[in-house]
C-alpha cells in the first residue's frame, strides 16, 4: 500500500539551554505539564493529522525517549498501515552515520523513507508545545503545488531578530529567508516546520552529495538551495499557541501558563487529544493536611502539603507542612516535611529532605536536577 | 524459570445485592478506587507470575469487561506465543439453574481445551469478588513447600467483618496445625460475631493432571468448575488440601455497603498502602488523560481522584473517578462519585454512590447513611428538587 506521508520528526537536539535537565535526556523527553514529555505534542499533532508512518530520529542520550515513544501505540500509531520508528545513527560500508544537522539526518534515513515511498516529507521538531492540524498545511501545500511550504509564525517585529524569517510576495510565495537578521525585512518566523515533495527533496540532498557538498541543515543550507534554484516555496502561516520551551525560564513559563484552565491549548478538548504514554499509578491521594489550589495534580501523587499555582506529575509525594508555590514538579519525586518550594523546577526523581527552602525568582528559577538530593544527612562527614 | 500455569476464571458470580451497579456489567468490571474496575487485581496478580493466558468464564454479554480488558495487553495476556484472554460469555452455571437440560457440554470442553493446549504445571482458579493483592509466587512456592497437590487460599477474618448473610465459607482447617484443609462450611451458620474464621478465599492452584482429572469426574457429575466442587472431589479422595493464608487487605464484595466500605476502606492510608504498594503492583487499562485541576475555590480533605478531573467545590472523605467536574459551591461528603459525572453548583451528596455519566443539577441534595448509601443509576439526572430521573 501506498504511503502519502511520512512524518519525520527531530528529536535528536541536546537543548543545552536546559541546563541540568538535558544532561542526561533529550530535550523532546523533558517531561512537560504533569501527565506529559515535549515530544507528545508533536507526536498527537501527527496521529490527530492522520499521519500514522512516523520515524522518530533521535542521537542525543535517546535511552528515555526511545522507550517513551517505542512503537508508538500510546498515540494509536501501531496499526498495519504505518507506526512510529526510532531512527538512530548507524555504522555502514560508508561510515559512521551520525546526525551533523536536521537535513543531514534526513539524509542519513532516505533508505527508511524511500521504503514508504511517500509522495511528501514533513519535517518537525520534537522540540516544541502547540497543537497544529498538518493536513491544513499539507492541503495548502497541494493547493499552492509548492516543492517545499515552510510553516511559519508571526512574531512581534523587535523578536524578529531571533528568529530565521521568510520574506514573502504577495502570494505568499517565500522570495527570501534571512537566518536571524539585523534588519528584519519581514516577521514571519520559521517554525522548524516543512512540507517537502519528497521527489525533489530527495534529488537535492542526493546531488549535492554527490558533489561532496552536504546539505546539512535545512535553515542555513536546504532552503537557500531551493530559493537559487527557483523552486515554489510557500509560507503557511499558523496561528494559535507554540512555544519553544528551549531555556529554564520558558520551560517553567510554559507550564505556569499551562496551568490556567482557559489556556489556548485547551488540553482538555476531546477533539484534539494530546496522547502521551501513560504510566500505571494510583489514584492521587489528597489527606486531611493537604490544601490544593489553582493546581494540576497527577496520578500517583500523596499530598499532605499545601500546593498553589503549581502542576505536580505522577507520583509525586508532598510531606506534612510542605508548601509549594509557582513551581513545576516532575514525576516521582519525593518531598519530605516543613519544605518550601517557589518558582522552581524540580526534575525527576529527585528527593528534597525535610526543611530543606528551594525559592527561585521569576527572572533566576530554581532547578534541581534529576535523582538530585537536596538535605539530608550528607554521607560525606 | 517462571512457572507456567493456567489460569481460569470464574467470573459468574452472585452480583444480585449490588444492583443497580450490576445491572449492566458483571461483577469483575464493577469500578473501583478511582480508576480500577475488581477484575485488575487477580489479573495484576497473574501479572506478576507472568502469566500469559487466562480463561474467563461469564454470564451474559460482558461488553464493559471486554472493552476494559481488549487484548489483555496491560496484564501481558496478549504474547502471539502461548497467551492470550479466552472469553466463553453467556455461561449459565448448573447451580443457579432450575432446568439442568439447558446445560451445555461445551462449559467442560471449553475449560479442557484451554487448559490442555497451555500445557502449564499448574492450574490456577480465581474469581473477582475477593477484593485482594494475592502474591501467586508465594502460593506456588507454598504449593511446592507443601508438595501439596491442592492448595487454596483462605484469610483470618472475625465472623463481624463479613455482612450477616454472607454466601461465603469458612474452611475447616485441622486441629493439627499443619495447614491441612479439611472441609468448608457456610458462614451463615456461625452466629458470634466475635468468632474467628478461616475465610475460603475461593482461589486454588492444583496440577494441571489433577484439574483434567476434577473436571472429568465434574462432567460425569455435572457439576460446576468451582474451588469448593474441587473441594468436595479431593475430599472425597481422600487427598490432602493445603489452606494457604493471605494476611493483607481483604474485602469480600457481596453488596452495596461492603463495596462502599471497601472503596472507603481506601482513604485509610494503612489500607491504601496494604492493597496498592505491598504485594504486585496493581495494573489497570491506561487511559489518555490530563492531569487533574484544582480551582481557586477547591477545598480538599481526605480524598482521593484520578486524573481527568476539574474541581472547584469541596470534596471530603471521598472517591472521585475521572472526568467528573465539581462546581464550586458543590459539596461532597463520603461519596463515591463514578467517571464522566457532572456537579453543579451548589449541590450537596453525602454518602452516595453515583454510577458513571450521572448528572446533578444546581442544588440538589442527596443524603444517604453511612450503612446505606443512596446508588445513583448510571446516565441517571438529579434534578435540583432532589427527583431523580434513570438514565
Redesign the interface.
Known amino acids: 500500500m501506498k504511503t502519502e506521508t511520512v512524518a519525520m520528526i527531530l528529536a535528536g537536539g541536546q537543548g543545552s539551554r536546559l541546563g541540568k535537565l538535558t544532561k542526561q535526556i533529550a530535550k523532546p523527553a523533558v517531561p512537560f ?3 506529559y514529555r515535549i515530544i507528545d505534542f508533536a507526536l498527537s499533532n501527527c496521529a490527530n493529522s492522520g499521519f500514522n508512518t512516523i520515524g522518530v530520529v533521535t542521537q542525543y542520550q535517546p535511552l528515555i525517549l526511545n522507550n517513551h515513544v517505542g512503537d508508538g501505540s ?1 498515540w494509536g500509531l501501531d496499526r498495519n498501515n504505518g507506526k512510529a520508528t526510532i531512527l538512530q545513527p548507524y555504522s555502514s560500508m560508508e561510515g559512521e552515520k551520525f546526525f551533523k544537522g536536521t537535513a543531514h539526518a534526513v539524509y542519513q534515513n532516505i533508505d527508511f523513507i524511500d521504503d514508504k515511498n511517500p509522495d511528501y516529507v514533513v519535517i518537525l521538531s520534537g522540540d516544541h508545545i502547540y497543537k497544529m492540524d498538518y493536513q491544513k498545511m499539507l492541503d495548502y501545500h497541494k493547493k499552492q503545488k509548492a516543492t517545499l511550504t515552510v510553516g511559519v509564525m508571526p512574531v512581534p517585529w523587535e523578536d524578529a531578530s531571533r528568529f530565521g524569517v521568510m520574506n514573502t510576495d504577495k502570494t505568499d510565495r517565500i522570495i527570501e529567508f534571512q537566518e536571524k537578521p539585523e534588519n528584519p525585512k519581514s516577521n514571519l518566523a520559521s517554525m522548524g516546520i516543512y512540507i517537502f515533495d519528497w521527489p525533489t527533496l530527495k534529488k537535492y540532498l542526493v546531488d549535492n552529495q554527490a558533489k561532496n557538498r552536504q546539505l546539512t541543515d535545512f535553515g542555513h543550507n536546504v532552503i537557500p538551495t531551493y530559493l537559487r534554484n527557483n523552486e515554489s516555496i510557500y509560507a503557511y502561516s499558523f496561528e494559535g499557541y507554540w512555544k519553544d520551551v528551549g531555556t529554564i525560564e520558558s520551560l517553567w513559563s510554559a507550564n505556569m501558563e499551562f ?1 490556567d ?1 482557559a489556556h489556548e491549548l485547551n ?2 478538548d476531546r477533539n484534539w ?4 504514554k ?1 504510566p ?1 499509578t ?7 493536611s ?10 500517583g501523587c500523596y499530598i499532605a502539603g499545601e ?1 498553589n499555582h503549581s ?3 505522577h507520583n509525586v509525594k508532598v510531606g506534612k507542612n510542605s508548601v509549594i508555590k509557582d513551581s513545576f514538579i516532575m514525576p516521582n519525586v519525593v518531598i519530605g516535611e516543613n519544605v518550601t518550594i517557589e518558582k522552581a523546577i524540580i526534575g525527576e526523581s529527585a528527593h528534597i529532605h525535610d526543611g530543606v527552602e528551594i525559592i527561585g525568582t521569576e527572572d533566576s528559577i530554581e532547578v534541581v536536577g534529576y535523582d538530585e538530593e537536596v538535605g539530608g544527612y550528607s554521607d560525606e562527614n | 524459570m517462571r512457572t507456567k500455569v493456567a489460569s481460569i476464571l470464574n467470573l459468574v458470580e452472585n452480583d444480585e445485592k449490588l444492583k443497580p451497579l450490576t445491572n449492566r456489567r458483571p461483577l469483575a468490571a464493577l469500578p473501583f478506587g478511582c480508576r480500577y474496575r475488581l477484575i485488575d487485581f487477580p489479573f495484576s496478580s497473574l501479572s506478576s507470575i507472568e502469566a500469559v493466558s487466562a480463561a474467563l468464564f461469564i454470564s451474559g454479554s460482558g461488553h464493559s469487561l471486554y472493552d476494559h480488558i481488549r487484548s489483555g495487553a496491560t496484564w501481558g495476556l496478549e504474547s502471539s506465543v502461548g497467551g492470550g484472554v479466552f472469553t466463553h460469555s453467556h455461561i449459565e452455571l448448573k447451580s443457579r439453574l432450575d432446568d439442568s437440560e439447558t446445560y451445555t457440554e461445551n462449559y467442560y470442553d471449553d475449560h479442557n481445551k484451554y487448559v490442555s493446549r497451555v500445557h502449564p504445571e499448574y492450574v490456577v482458579l480465581m474469581g473477582s469478588s475477593m477484593l485482594s493483592n494475592i502474591r501467586l509466587d508465594s502460593l506456588i512456592q507454598f504449593h511446592k513447600d507443601k508438595e501439596s497437590d491442592v492448595s487454596v487460599i483462605y484469610k483470618k477474618l472475625k465472623r463481624n467483618e463479613l455482612i450477616d448473610d454472607s454466601i461465603y465459607y469458612s474452611l475447616a482447617m485441622s486441629e493439627n496445625n499443619n495447614d491441612r484443609v479439611e472441609g468448608y462450611h457456610p458462614l451463615t451458620e456461625i452466629k458470634n460475631g466475635d468468632e474467628s474464621l478461616f475465610l475460603n478465599m475461593e482461589m486454588m492452584i492444583l496440577s494441571k493432571n489433577t484439574f483434567l482429572d476434577y473436571l472429568f469426574k465434574a462432567k460425569q457429575k455435572k457439576l460446576d468448575i468451582t474451588v469448593n466442587n474441587f473441594i468436595d472431589l479431593t475430599v472425597e479422595a481422600n487427598n490432602p488440601i493445603y489452606g494457604y493464608e493471605y494476611t493483607g487487605y481483604l474485602k469480600v464484595i457481596e453488596d452495596i455497603p461492603s463495596y462502599y466500605e471497601a472503596n472507603m476502606d481506601m482513604l485509610n492510608e494503612d489500607n491504601f498502602n496494604a492493597l496498592f504498594y505491598r504485594a504486585n503492583p496493581v495494573l489497570t487499562k491506561p487511559k489518555n488523560s490530563a492531569p487533574t485541576y484544582f480551582g481557586d475555590t477547591a477545598v480538599i480533605k481526605n480524598a482521593q481522584f484520578a486524573n481527568d478531573c476539574e474541581v472547584y467545590g469541596t470534596v471530603k472523605n471521598s472517591l472521585i473517578f475521572r472526568k467528573v467536574f465539581v462546581s464550586k459551591e458543590a459539596q461532597i461528603e463520603d461519596s463515591i462519585i463514578m467517571q464522566d459525572s457532572y456537579i453543579e453548583e451548589g449541590a450537596y451528596l453525602k454518602y452516595v454512590i453515583l454510577d458513571k455519566h450521572v448528572y446533578v443539577k444546581k442544588g440538589a441534595k442527596l443524603e444517604g447513611t453511612r450503612e446505606n448509601p443512596i446508588v445513583v443509576a448510571k446516565n441517571s439526572v438529579i434534578y435540583s428538587d432532589g427527583n431523580i430521573e434513570e438514565g
Open positions: 505539564g504533569g501527565n500510546s496551568l484552565p488540553i482538555r487529544r494530546v496522547f502521551s501513560n500505571n494510583t489514584p492521587q491521594f489528597l489527606t486531611s493537604a490544601k490544593v489550589t489553582n493546581s494540576m495534580i497527577t496520578d500546593i502542576i505536580l506529575s
